[in-house]
């Protein structure tokens, strides 16, 4: 009789045995696992590591591309790298026909110069003669001190050379003086249209009259002139019409108001006036910054304050547009001919009926008389 068979018995795991009837040690288990996690995250860090720093390093050796916008900050200022020493091509040059074939025998055998390096300057800077001139700062030439006169447009108002009315002024700055006076106002479009095209940025100065005398002097005669004329009036039992007394002249702004009560400007019983016949220069001129009027009566024979301006402005030249009428004498016409000279003005004469009483004093100034006439 066989034995019997019984089933099999499942191990008891609670106790810590294995499969195989091995007891499992847990803790060198998980740090097992642990060591073969550290390995495998610190080979990747490894590989990353050697990827990036060989970019890195071989970053800069690579050509950057000159002139990059990106500017990187720094903390200390890097030297520049000194120009590759290439040699130096000479280029053909073609025969200047101005220039001499031979050179001076002297240049030909001049003994070779001493050089000397700039002061401060880097290792790879040219070296110049020791006889050049150098600042303190190493500058070629020196400083030096002194005041000169460049070429060019000069101040902006004019060109050199400029023909007006069809006399040459050589002066790039130019001073304007006109007779506004009810019998020169409708000249006075055709002189502004030929002076803003030729000088547009000119000072321009107006004035009733053309008269060039000492104010005392002036003052004087038309007092006298005034208390006759009254004397008269009485005598004939008249009303007398006019002013009793003459307001001493002034430069003032064209579009003041004390340039806009100027019987000129405004007009009077006998002709309308330039601000009403003629609107639309006014308003132009009016607008304008170096626009002037000389205030008072005709007969104050202003103009030397006119002229005193152009010298505050420096003008170069002075265009005077009139009839030359008016008397330009005595110690105001002296003193106006001395500033003139002084700062080597031209002066331009333009008359509507000749030289007048100004001849004298245009020929002591060396006046430019233009032969264009114009038309009412």
Known sequence: MSAPVYPPVKPNRRDGSGRFGGKTDWKAF??????????????VHVLLLIGFGGVTLFKGRMGGVPFSAESLPSETAQTPPAPPEEEMVQEEKSADPNLMDEAPAAEESAPPLEMMTVPGGASWAPAIPKDMKTSLTGSVGGTGTGTGTGTGTGKGTGRSGMKLFGVEVQAKKLGVLVDI????????????????KKFP???????????LEDWNTALKNWTETNEQQQKTAKENKTKFIGPKSM???QVVKFNSAEASDSPTIRGTINYGGFR???PDL????ARRGNTWMVTSFSDSHAA???FDQFARRKVEAIYWFADFGDPVVGPAAEEAAKLVLDNKMEVIIHSTRGLGKAGDWIKQVNGKIVQTKLEK
């Open 30 to 43: 998980f740090k097992k696992t642990i060591v073969i996690v550290f390995l495998f995250s610190l080979a």
């Open 181 to 196: 006076s009810g019998s020169m106002q409708s000249y006075i479009p055709a002189v502004m249209e030929e002076i803003f």
């Open 201 to 211: 940025d000119a000072d321009v100065v107006f004035m009733n009259g053309c008269g």
């Open 247 to 249: 307001p001493k002249p």
């Open 276 to 278: 009403k016949d003629y």
């Open 282 to 285: 006014y308003d132009k001129l």
């Open 304 to 306: 030397g304050l006119a």
